[in-house]
């Protein structure tokens, strides 16, 4: 019969960690990350949808209270595109950053509400500031 001594730990193979089989997990890993990336391109495509709905309100009824609806749509959008949508800064030629594209789009909604506070507005001056805000927009989303 074969004695144990007290306090002895028997040996352990050594395993490396880096030829471990992590598979599970990282499969795992990237179905999560492209589900929450799903998510956030719904959500952004609804927000989309919904500043071209208050574009269009915007364009038919030429009130400040439209206007306010549509800016409220813009910040809605550049707020989820500033919050975690892009995690890698986007360097396009026109909005090399974030507080670059705040920039122009405060100069843009500023420019579309002195227009509608002017008695001739013409629905294609609208049209076209509409136009170049969600470009910017679009741009920023990449």
């Known amino acids: 019969m074969m004695k144990v001594q ?34 956030s391109e719904n959500h952004l495509d609804s927000l989309f949808e919904q500043l071209d709905n208050c574009g269009k309100h915007l364009t038919e009824w030429k009130t400040m209270d439209a ?3 549509y800016k409220r749509a813009v910040k809605d959008v550049l707020s989820e595109l500033a919050s975690g949508y892009q995690l890698v800064e986007n360097s396009s030629l ?28 013409h629905h294609l001056e609208i049209l076209d500031l509409i136009g170049e805000l969600k470009g910017i927009l679009v741009d920023r989303r990449g």
């Open 6 to 39: 007290a306090g002895f730990i028997p040996p352990t193979p050594k395993t490396d960690i880096r030829k471990m089989d992590t598979t599970p997990a990282m499969s795992f890993q990237r179905l999560l990350s492209s589900k929450d990336k799903q998510l």
């Open 67 to 69: 206007f306010y609806r």
């Open 94 to 121: 026109m909005t090399g950053s974030t507080h670059q594209t705040v920039q122009i789009v405060e100069v843009k909604l500023l420019e579309l509400q002195q227009k509608l506070l002017q008695d001739e507005v």
